[in-house]
């Protein structure tokens, strides 16, 4: 089973695969992260080597920050491929997974070693230019791979998945693992590479160790970290450095901020999630005191009773099942069994549908589905937190009776109403959110406790204040449904046959009762659903009364689903405000698209015909690597200072890098591989990404490839392939760039000709970018001291630093008073795109204008004003302007020439 990946998945395993090739290319861990993280962060930041015994300064360690509910598992299923191809630069490897306990050791095992798992099709096949798969893989336990066999290693992708507890000496099973005399590991060293026997630790005998330690020693593991908390300990890293891994990815909501900091190579925001449909959210908080503990209670079954009626409706509208569920969090195990039968007795619950959880007793392990059909449970019982591992998104309320909480308490159940079911938006919006009850003097006190909730989860400060809405304090509650408005008509005014065939339709909806003359409006309706709503009776003035009907209940719920505010929709934006943009498009006869990279593939090259040969520039004998810095804090000002001293050469005992890729081509092989087994190898490999594969036609690549080999052989003077052979990672992603250059040509040559007058680009307003459907998932948001007024998108800017040009620009747009509304867009995200020859175009800001012109600025520094880039950029955005008959503005200020803004907008 293939689980797609979301937008905000794509980009981090993007980012993540930029830094790994960078590292494999230069050997050095720390400026690939610095520039990365520059580029694309909130603010720059070291690099900080991690302090492991033997490994410090030179071994990859970088951390992805995904917010729970972000999908931390299946994105470190996918990071494994990338780290064995593009790092390691191997076909396989040996992957040690570390989780932080054993409920969620048996977890990810037994989504790990289930093929029809997305997590193992992750693993196995990866998704085209996302991830690498890396073909057949072994899951194991500790206790497996102390059996382990060679041919294992050699054929396939081992992943063992362990606690880190598991790897210490003072635990029995990690004492297995440094047995130096395990006689089962026996084949592994009968031939070990003379180079490497110095690293491996001794035996009684003197010689090499029988032990899993020194097994995973040669086979330099990837480690994978899920949730560090366990790991960023001086004992913990002791025990990593013993097994000499080649990298550490860490995947976690909560980096470590203090004792050993984590590089945070990517952070997902709350935006990003919200937008990718993957998390409930806001959350809706309702408090009151605790001598109205019971009225509270029954307000939160209320609420979820409410709520599976309305998903009743959304599953007639699209198939999918919901029964929403609640969790209540108990004084402590006694009032659980206190709370069961007051359920039962109070409000009628079957005890069917009723189910404890806590230390004592654990009713929900006997439950094999709670999202089944006929699954009866719509009430758990908990104290302190539900089982690790659990997960269910069917839980939407949350319901806290202890008067008081420790400081964990409320964050170790908040994250189970997160996820949204099925990671997809549903037609009701009720569904798309979560709702807390909680017992408590003040509001501020819960807002403030689920504020630190959520920042344990992985969101902001500022985020999780914006993420939190308050629904009432000392007899508030959230109007989920609609008052239905019940419109009385004489029986002989409906028309009965029409009743009859639209009544099935409008199930949950609206209501027909004709012997009583009634017809009840319970909830929105469309368009259609109101028409048919209206047909049903004759008389026109009755029908008017059910126009208002259906009016009067779409205004409440939209009311209540903005938080009270009509002028913002539940994105934020001021959806009152009408905000398209048109796109470049392209016509081809008929058919009118916006114009994309595949337009510039539509002219056929041959890529047999390109010049194959590879420069030493392109692919070095001698492979050039990194530089060695120094990363420390000053003890008296606190600052962090950084020092370059030293540049590695290959070969050099520094080269961390350059030792893994020979220790890894020494497991490998090569001396059998014949000249067209490496011609095959290379055209199976070459492509990153699946739509670069079919842009070459036919044998194109394997014709280029040989003239690319034979040029190599004869330049260099080669006796044999064997080098090649063991250096065909390298050699790969050489003549990739190679060929990339031929079809960035290609491309440019395209694209030129389609900026002429007589091209086929348009702009019409039939092929438009509609802002107020479009998700804006911003990875940051302005947090500086100016009050932005006209961003188009709530509560502020995406990815604005509060000083600097671009800021400089944004404050002037603000002001202007002949720009209505303008939204920032974000780089490789957008919303709004022009298409260049090689990439898509972001402009920094799009504006809507008082006299609804479009006008869109992207900013340059003077220097960047000349760049070959630059001059793309304001080709294309010229060609936009020009085709659009005057609707559309696109200005590029050099510099800090904003008045050029001005002048272009006075221009009609």
């Not at 900091?261 to 925001?269: A, G």
């Not at 690790?388 to 069917?394: K, S």
């Not at 002989?492 to 009840?520: I, R």
């Amino acid at each position: 089973m293939n689980l797609a990946l979301k937008g905000y998945q794509t980009r981090i395993l993007g980012t993540l695969r930029e830094y790994l090739r960078e590292v494999a290319r230069t050997g050095d861990p720390r400026n690939p992260f610095e520039k990365i993280v520059a580029a694309n962060a909130a603010k720059a930041v070291p690099y900080i080597p991690v302090q492991i015994p033997g490994l410090a300064g030179v071994m990859p360690y970088v951390c992805l920050r995904v917010p729970t509910g972000g999908g931390k598992t299946l994105l470190a299923a996918h990071a494994i491929g990338s780290a064995v191809k593009d790092y390691q630069r191997g076909e396989r490897a040996v992957v040690l997974w570390f989780v932080p306990s054993n409920p969620i050791l048996d977890q990810t095992l037994a989504a790990l070693k289930n093929p029809r798992h997305p997590y193992r099709h992750a693993l196995e096949r990866g998704d085209g230019a996302a991830s690498p798969g890396v073909g057949a893989v072994e899951v194991l336990t500790i206790e497996e791979a102390l059996r382990v066999t060679p041919a294992t290693l050699d054929g396939t992708t081992v992943v063992i998945v362990a606690t880190i507890q598991g790897f210490r000496v003072d635990d029995t099973t990690g004492r297995k693992v440094f047995d130096p005399m395990n006689g089962q590991l026996d084949e592994h060293f009968r031939v070990v590479p003379p180079d490497r026997v110095a690293s491996l630790e001794k035996g009684p005998d003197g010689k090499p160790a029988r032990s899993l330690e020194n097994v995973l020693r040669l086979r330099r593991p990837i480690v994978i970290v899920d949730e560090a908390h366990n790991v960023r300990t001086p004992l913990s890293f002791t025990t990593l450095g013993k097994l000499q891994p080649s990298c550490i990815l860490e995947f976690t909501a909560t980096p470590d901020r203090e004792k050993a900091p984590s590089n945070v190579l990517h952070r997902v925001s709350a935006a990003e999630l919200k937008a990718a449909a993957m998390i409930k959210l806001p959350i809706r908080v309702v408090t009151r005191p605790a001598g109205e503990w019971a009225r509270l209670l029954a307000e939160a079954l209320t609420l979820r009773k409410d709520l599976e009626t309305i998903a009743g409706r959304e599953g007639q509208a699209t198939g999918e099942y919901l029964r929403p569920i609640a969790l209540i969090q108990a004084r402590d195990v006694d009032h659980t069994v206190e709370l069961r039968k007051h359920l039962e007795t109070e409000h009628g619950i079957p005890a069917t549908e009723i189910k404890i959880c806590t230390a004592k007793l654990d009713e929900l392990k006997d439950v094999r589905d709670l999202a089944a059909p006929d699954c009866p449970v719509r009430y758990i019982l908990t104290v302190q937190k539900l089982r690790e591992g659990w997960d269910c998104p069917f839980a939407y309320v949350l319901c806290s009776l202890q008067e008081t909480r420790s400081a964990t308490a409320i964050e170790q159940i908040v994250g189970r109403v997160l996820r949204l079911p099925k990671a997809s938006f549903k037609k009701e919006p009720a569904l798309n959110e979560a709702y807390v009850f909680s017992i408590s003097p003040t509001l501020a006190e819960v807002l403030g406790e689920l504020k630190g909730a959520l920042e344990l989860h992985g969101f902001t400060g500022t985020e999780a204040e914006k993420l939190i809405i308050s629904g009432g304090e000392g007899g508030g509650t959230l109007p989920l449904l609609a008052q239905p408005v019940v419109v009385a008509i004489h029986p002989e005014d409906f028309d009965t046959t029409l009743v009859a065939a639209h009544a099935p339709a409008l199930l949950g909806k609206v209501s027909f009762d004709v012997k009583a003359g009634t017809l009840t409006v319970q909830a929105p309706l469309t368009e259609t659903e109101k028409a048919w709503a209206v047909s049903c009776v004759k008389e026109p003035a009755m029908q008017a009364q059910v126009t208002a009907a259906a009016t009067a209940v779409a205004e409440e719920v939209a009311a209540w689903g903005s938080g009270g505010k009509i002028a913002t929709n539940q994105n934020g934006m001021q959806q009152s405000i009408v905000f398209r943009v048109p796109l470049l498009a392209i016509r081809q006869g008929d058919l009118l698209e916006p114009f994309e990279a595949t337009h510039l593939l539509e002219r056929p090259w041959r890529l047999s015909e390109r010049d194959a040969s590879l420069s030493e520039v392109l692919y070095p004998a001698k492979r050039s690597t990194g530089e060695l810095g120094l990363v420390d804090v000053d003890q008296t000002s606190g600052r962090v200072s950084t020092e370059k001293t030293d540049t590695l050469e290959e070969g050099d005992d520094k080269d961390f890098v350059g030792r893994l890729h020979q220790h890894v081509m020494a497991l490998t092989g090569g001396s059998d591989w014949s000249f067209e087994h490496l011609i095959v190898w290379l055209d199976k490999n070459l492509f990153r990404d699946p739509e670069e594969r079919r842009e070459i036609i036919g044998t194109e690549s394997a014709l280029f490839l040989r003239k690319a080999i034979n040029g190599l052989i004869a330049a260099r003077g080669l006796t044999d392939i064997g080098g090649l052979v063991l250096d065909r990672h390298r050699l790969a992603e050489a003549l990739a760039q190679r060929i990339r250059q031929h079809r960035e040509a290609e491309r440019h040559a395209a694209f030129q000709s389609l900026l002429l007058p007589e091209s086929e680009l348009t702009v019409s307003d039939e092929v438009t970018l509609d802002l107020a459907t479009t998700r804006y998932e911003p990875s940051w948001l302005y947090d500086g001291g100016h009050k932005f007024t006209k961003h188009y998108y709530a509560p502020a800017p995406g990815e604005l630093h509060s000083n600097g040009e671009e800021f400089e620009c944004a404050v002037y747009l603000d002001g202007l008073s002949e720009v209505k509304t303008w939204v920032r867009n974000l780089s490789k995200k957008g919303p709004f795109w022009l298409r260049r020859s090689t990439a898509n175009f972001y402009p920094d800001f799009v504006c809507l204008l008082t006299d609804g012109r479009i006008l869109a600025v992207e900013y340059k520094g003077a220097h960047l004003v000349t760049a070959d880039e630059a001059k793309e950029k304001a080709a294309v955005g010229a060609v936009w302007a020009s085709r659009s008959g005057g609707k559309c503005l696109f200005v590029m200020p050099a510099g800090k020439d904003l008045a050029a803004i001005k002048s272009a907008i006075a221009k009609l």
